[in-house]
Nanobody, 120 residues
Framework: VQLQASGGGLVQAGGSLKLSCAAA????????MGWFRQAPGKEREFVAA????????HYADSVKGRFTISRDNAKNTVYLQMNSLKPEDTAVYYC??????????????WGQGTLVTVSS
């Protein structure tokens, strides 16, 4: 599956952004999808994940209550609504097929992601 993340930008602390991840491929709706992020000088980390049905979601403790993951299988798109943003949320955000709180090991097409910068 080919994925393209978008919607990042510069926002002040306390602000909001909504990221989108558009997928190309007929099997998108069967994937458990996740958002991951990588801050400068740090390893990539799990942010949120959603089952193929959209019924079950999982969040990292650091974003729980502030971020909401959702998906529209008809549009082959997964979203990440980010509210109450903090400077520590600054990172490049990626979407990927997930396996629990990890990216699927067979997924390698990370692309450029979308940069979120939160100013204090």
């Amino acid at each position: 599956v080919q994925l393209q993340a978008s919607g990042g930008g510069l926002v002040q602390a306390g602000g909001s952004l909504k990221l989108s991840c558009a997928a190309a491929g007929r099997t998108f709706s069967t994937y458990f999808m996740g958002w991951f992020r990588q801050a400068p000088g740090k390893e990539r980390e799990f942010v949120a994940a959603i089952t193929w049905s959209g019924i079950t979601t999982h969040y990292a403790d650091s974003v729980k209550g502030r971020f909401t993951i959702s998906r529209d299988n008809a549009k082959n798109t997964v979203y990440l609504q980010m509210n109450s943003l903090k400077p520590e949320d600054t990172a490049v955000y990626y979407c990927a097929p997930a396996s629990g709180r990890n990216p699927r090991p067979d997924f390698t097409s990370w692309g450029q992601g979308t940069l979120v910068t939160v100013s204090s």
